[in-house]
């Protein structure tokens, strides 16, 4: 279909990061040519990745578009970019959230709309790079850059409290990757070379293990984010600007993810066997002290934050419990990598789930001015399908069967039954739990009697308001009925690092 | 059989679909759309029905597709077509054509009907997606869609907020009950290796013995996932303790009333069991278990009616009770006779609920049968529907009622299981008199309302034609089908009580005939005649005798009117705390400690720390001086080799 001598992977990283750079110098009255640029760069990254997929070979493992261009000579570095199954899945959400960000609100105007969308163009390429870099000093310059653009996001379209909560954002963040940049010069000299797969390979004692693994723990758990390093996350979107909570929620929170199943499965499972009585009981505290916390919420956006915690622990969960499989049987084996399979699901279908809520809690905001759950009563009488597209997001986020969010938290926790049964239920409290704060939420805000004449003169769902929501409902609804479209394509990755971590040892 | 399957399943689907996507729709058109969608169904139900009655008894398993295959494990989306599919399946299509038939007429006006098709036709959809599955997963989906539905129309007036407050209820005491069957689900997947209902039957044999570690407990497995299954099952079919939502659910329009929380969704519970019979054949101490549920359902959630005055909610605690007795039969593990109770429920408790919407309606919305009175000249054909469907209700011999009812309550009674038998004999005094009375306050006495006889009848032909249809087999069903079909091996291929079956019938029954004539000196007719005496004395002639004797027991009224402490514990002690306890870790261990003290406290300390260093950086030279030279002297004061 394709001549693959083409380098994909560039022109997906580097066509956002062009248009981002063309938008700053065009002028920022030039309203429609700014959108028109924007969009149409975030719709042909889009294409390119579909593309890439079209090419994706599934039935193996081994890592393609392979991309291999000398750098930094002397010091053996190297511009290395491939996807594996894994990645494929983050790039493709990745280009479908940020398609749907440049869209949503296309008629709405901004103060210095070209530097606004130019940052969402370059926070793009940037995350699309972390996916597909592959070798160490490459990925950390791409996973520390993307906190830039969302800085300045924050910052200067942010809500009134934005300096403090950029700051707490930043250095959080920061502080976390600091210790993994440490750990990954350790594992380069080791192994005399900078490429991750090498990382693999080396034999490294339990302490020095545990200590890599703590570093790479404290980056990742940051970012995706675990209890109890979690509170940046909360206030970052409170005062984020709506498109800005999408892109947090929907793809840099996956990150965190990634970089877990990508550095702690393959490179440490043995610290990771001999932490996880630790672990484990971290991920039910998230899944169940979270969403007890997001009950309590009186603001929307940070119930749906805090619910994304939740969410994350059900991740966290799948991919620690794939430790345990060391030293066990081809069955245990087979339903580890069930797990991380879940944990995989977990997060592309968090990422769509979470991107509506975010883009429903946005249109709300828009016209109420209020993110508080109070002041909003019996939307909807004043907005029916905002409020149906709404009250499925919602109960997308409580693991309802039929849409993707069940899809993973069933499949993880198959993997944690067969650990240990307490695991599983503590962590199937979800069922209730999430299905709690959500329709409570929807109770709230959409049912009930029309509160306030605020609400009465609501404004009707523009197209550029309900296309991305349907767009991502559809989606919702077709990775809950046919989950393997999805599964498929990480399929042998999974079990790939399944193999790695048990034949390792 | 699986294009015939799928085209009852998918038909519901596919018409709500198109609904939903039709913009602009009439509502005469919605109405056409979603009554064909589910009349294709119910005619190729009814067809399967016939062909399965007389002899084509098969079972057959299909693929539809798969939902996720990876090495070991395949999970899958099927189709399991046995007798047990079929006689469900022609009830939920049969009830569920004639609740939208109805509802042409009960929801008209109503500016949201087309939603209310989408959501009736997406709930035959879900409901059938359980009923025709061949494995766990799909049960589990089903389950949750068919919860889903109920919830939305529950909640279908939104701005009502008792409407709202009571969906939510129901769909997370549901939720409470999946998790008990999502982790028994997955305790199947990990055990036998697969979810296909088949393939884990033929695996009981080498499970049986196996045990599960429970925190240092070893439990044996299959009674412990017949337990967590049953959670599920209690929740869906409202047994106690997870009985409260249902009361609540009568915030929905009447007709989903009939359908969903009568006749069809609450009844997924003990189909699931009956379904699972191998597995519940082997679960020993949870067969007690349900057995004491369901007989402690069965009779005080019958109690409770007698206390109340909403029409919709005497019906239904009667069904909470009814489902009892159902599942006081899956206890007794004579599954069959649970579902055949199910199939003669579904019929006259459907046709309780909707002869109640067109009181209601007629009414002006009034429910409190106490208000109302002499509408037997006023709506005759409600009047002698409601009759049939209440002493079918009330198991007078010969109606369809008693042949299912009579059956469950024998099986205690030849097995000399004498307190549950006493106990479902005074079930059935406690039925006749809350149907009695219902009928006595709605239809006899005077025109408290002032309502006036209109010439058309009730309402019109679609509201009265569901009446008629439903009450012929309110009325015959049970026997027509009693020794032909139940006796005569007709869930010998999917359910294992067979043998049970046919003891049963040679030693105690010999033939309906003789059931019939048997019963008439039996302890539940005399409990039937006394009902009807006492209600004549307590309802209808009014000589303040029911206020004496409520007073006589004030504790016992108090008690059934709090419904035994559920309401106030279901609305406001259980969210209080759960609210007060989330409120705690939030604001005392969230923003306290882990954020305020650890995160903002590192921050504040550096600043502080920073504070007191920049003090140093005076700015002064000789300031400087001093400290170097101070400085140089440790140096050499540390490193001098003394």
């Not at chain 1, 190297?78 to 869209?103: E, K, Q, W």
């Not at chain 1, 597209?389 to 919602?394: D, N, Q, R, V, Y």
């Not at chain 2, 039709?22 to 029905?49: E, H, P, R, Y």
């Not at chain 2, 069957?181 to 049986?208: A, C, E, H, M």
Request: glycine share 6%; proline share 3%.
């Amino acid at each position: 279909m394709f001549d693959l001598n083409i380098p994909l992977l560039s022109l997906l990283i580097w066509t956002p990061l062009l248009g981002g750079i063309l938008l700053f110098f065009i002028n920022q009255k030039n309203d429609s040519l700014i959108k028109l640029i924007g969009f149409t760069f975030s719709i042909l990254t889009f294409f390119i990745s579909i593309a890439l997929l079209i090419n994706f070979d599934t039935s193996q493992y081994l890592l393609q578009f392979v991309e291999k261009r000398s750098w930094i000579t002397t010091l053996n570095i190297n511009y290395h970019l491939a996807v594996d199954g894994f990645s494929i899945l983050f790039i493709l959400l990745t280009t479908t959230v940020s398609c749907l960000i440049i869209l949503f609100n296309f008629s709405e105007s901004r103060q210095q709309n070209n530097k606004y969308i130019s940052l969402f163009l370059i926070l793009e390429g940037l995350i699309l790079g972390v996916f597909c870099a592959f070798d160490s000093i490459l990925f950390y310059i791409f996973f520390e850059a993307m906190l830039i653009p969302l800085f300045l996001i924050i910052g200067i379209w942010g809500g009134p409290n934005r300096v403090y909560a950029t700051i707490k954002f930043f250095i959080y963040t920061l502080f976390g990757s600091v210790l993994m940049l440490v750990a990954l010069l350790y594992l380069s000299f080791k192994a005399n070379s900078f490429y991750i797969l090498d990382y693999y390979n080396l034999a490294l004692s339990l302490d020095i293990q545990i200590l890599l693994f703590l570093a790479f723990l404290i980056a990742f758990g940051i970012k995706i984010p675990m209890w109890p390093v979690h509170t940046w996350l909360p206030d970052a979107h409170v005062e984020a600007p709506s498109s800005g909570s999408v892109i947090l929620a929907a793809v840099l929170l996956k990150v965190g993810g990634y970089g877990m199943i990508r550095f702690l499965l393959p490179i440490t499972p043995d610290a990771g066997l001999y932490l996880n009585s630790f672990l484990i009981p971290l991920s039910l505290i998230a899944i169940i002290y979270i969403s007890f916390v997001a009950l309590a919420q009186q603001d929307m956006k940070k119930l749906i934050a805090y619910s994304s915690v939740a969410h994350m622990g059900f991740v966290t969960l799948g991919i620690f419990l794939v430790f345990n499989t060391i030293g066990q049987t081809q069955d245990v084996q087979d339903i580890s990598h069930i797990g991380l399979q879940g944990s995989v699901m977990q997060m592309l279908s968090h990422g769509l789930i979470s991107a509506g809520l975010f883009i429903c809690i946005g249109i709300i905001y828009s016209r109420t001015k209020s993110r508080m759950i109070d002041d909003q009563s019996g939307i909807g009488q004043v907005m029916p399908v905002f409020s149906a597209l709404m009250m499925f997001f919602l109960l997308s986020n409580s693991g309802l069967p039929g849409t993707s969010g069940f899809v993973g938290e069933f499949m993880v926790l198959i993997a944690a039954i067969k650990n240990n049964i307490i695991y599983a239920i503590l962590a199937s409290t979800t069922l209730v739990l999430a299905a709690s704060y959500s329709l409570w939420l929807g109770k709230r805000v959409l049912f009930g009697e029309v509160s306030s004449d605020i609400v009465t003169s609501m404004k009707p769902l523009r197209l550029d308001e309900f296309w991305p929501l349907l767009i991502l409902a559809i989606l919702v609804i077709l990775i809950g009925i046919k989950p393997d479209i999805l599964l498929d394509i990480s399929e042998e990755s999974s079990l790939n690092m399944i193999k790695i971590i048990t034949s390792k040892y | 059989m699986y294009w015939q399957s799928m085209i009852i399943i998918f038909s519901p689907l596919i018409g709500a679909i198109i609904l939903l996507f039709k913009n602009k729709s009439t509502d005469f058109l919605s109405s056409i759309i979603a009554n064909s969608a589910i009349g294709i169904s119910m005619l190729l139900s009814l067809w399967l029905f016939i062909s399965y009655v007389s002899g084509h008894n098969i079972s057959e398993s299909h693929l539809i597709y798969t939902w996720y295959a990876t090495s070991g494990y395949f999970f899958e989306i099927g189709l399991l077509i046995d007798s047990l599919t079929i006689v469900m399946s022609f009830i939920v299509t049969f009830i569920s054509f004639f609740v939208h038939m109805y509802s042409i007429t009960y929801m008209k006006g109503d500016p949201s009907f087309k939603r209310f098709f989408i959501y009736t036709n997406f709930f035959t959809f879900s409901m059938l997606f359980i009923i025709f599955s061949n494995n766990f997963l799909q049960l589990f989906i089903g389950w949750e869609l068919v919860g889903l539905s109920s919830y939305l129309l529950i909640g279908f007036w939104y701005n009502k907020p008792s409407a709202v407050s009571a969906n939510l209820k129901a769909f997370v005491v549901n939720r409470v009950g999946d998790i008990g069957l999502l982790l028994g689900v997955i305790l199947i997947l990990i055990t036998s290796n697969s979810l296909n209902y088949i393939d884990f039957f033929d695996k009981l044999p080498l499970l049986r013995d196996s045990t599960i570690n429970l925190l240092g407990y070893h439990i044996e497995l299959l009674p412990f996932i017949a337990l967590l299954l049953f959670i599920g099952a209690a929740a869906k079919s409202a047994q106690i303790p997870l009985h409260f939502w249902l009361p609540d659910s009568m915030e929905g329009p009447t007709p989903i009333s009939a359908l969903i929380h009568a006749a069809t969704m609450v009844t997924a519970g003990i189909f699931m069991v009956a379904r699972l019979s191998p597995l519940y054949d082997l679960s020993g101490y949870v067969l007690d278990l349900i057995l004491v549920i369901g007989v402690s359902t069965a009779l005080f959630m019958g109690m409770v009616a007698l206390v109340q005055n909403d029409i919709k909610r005497i019906i239904a605690y009667s069904t909470i009770s009814q489902l009892g007795y159902m599942t006081a039969a899956l206890g007794a593990s004579y599954y069959s006779f649970a579902i055949y109770h199910l199939l003669t429920h579904a019929f006259f408790k459907a046709l309780l609920f909707l002869c109640a919407g067109s009181i209601i309606l007629k009414c002006h919305h009034e429910q409190d049968i106490t208000k109302m009175g002499g509408l037997r000249k006023i709506m005759p054909i409600t009047f002698i529907t409601f009759f049939i469907a209440g002493i079918s209700l009330m198991g007078v011999p010969s109606m369809s009622g008693f042949f299912s009812k009579d059956l469950i309550i024998d099986i205690f009674k030849y097995s000399n299981n004498t307190f549950v038998y006493y106990s479902l004999v005074l079930g059935v005094f406690i039925t006749t008199l809350y149907t009695s009375k219902i009928f006595i306050k709605v239809f006899l006495g005077n025109n408290q309302l002032k309502i006036k006889k209109k010439l058309d009848l009730e309402h019109s032909d679609a509201l009265i034609i569901p009446l008629l249809v439903l009450a012929i087999p309110s009325a015959f069903i049970g026997w027509s089908l009693f020794d032909g079909v139940l006796f005569n091996g007709f869930f010998d291929k999917s359910i294992t009580d067979y043998t049970r079956l046919d003891q049963f019938y040679i030693l105690h029954v010999e033939h309906s005939l003789s059931f019939f004539l048997h019963s008439l000196t039996s302890l539940s007719f005399i409990m039937i005649i006394l009902g009807i005496v006492a209600s004549y004395f307590l309802y209808y002639k009014d000589d303040g005798l029911l206020e004496k004797i409520s007073d006589k027991f004030p504790l016992l009224r108090n008690i059934l009117l709090n419904e035994y402490g559920f309401t106030s514990l279901s609305n406001t002690i259980i969210p209080t705390y759960f609210k007060r306890l989330a409120n705690i870790i939030w604001m005392k261990s969230d923003v306290s400690i882990i954020d305020n003290f650890f995160v903002n406290g590192t921050a504040n300390l550096i600043n502080f720390i920073s504070s007191k260093a920049r003090l140093m950086q005076t700015g002064y030279l000789y300031h400087y001086a001093f400290t170097m030279i101070i400085g140089l002297l440790l140096f050499l004061i540390i490193f001098y080799d003394f």
